[in-house]
């Protein structure tokens, strides 16, 4: 599908929008992506489960992840 979007439709990005957390599909996209952005709130609790997350994301696929703060 990646690759569909990117060489036959001549698409520079491709943006996969997950559900939160660790799912199924949220990981099938972050396999096929070259780079992860993690999207959170300012809140305390949330940013400790995103460090967390983030952590998860290079231990398992050692992929860049970014960070990008909502609210």
């Not at 780079?35 to 609790?45: E, G, H």
């Amino acid at each position: 599908l990646k690759d569909s979007f990117l060489n036959e439709m001549e698409f520079d990005y491709l943006i996969w929008d997950t559900s939160p957390g660790l799912q199924y599909s949220s990981i099938n996209a972050i396999v096929s992506a070259d780079v992860t952005l993690v999207v959170t709130t300012i809140d305390a609790s949330d940013i400790e489960g995103t460090q967390r997350m983030i952590h998860e994301l290079y231990d398992l696929f050692e992929k860049k992840t970014g960070v990008l703060m909502n609210k």
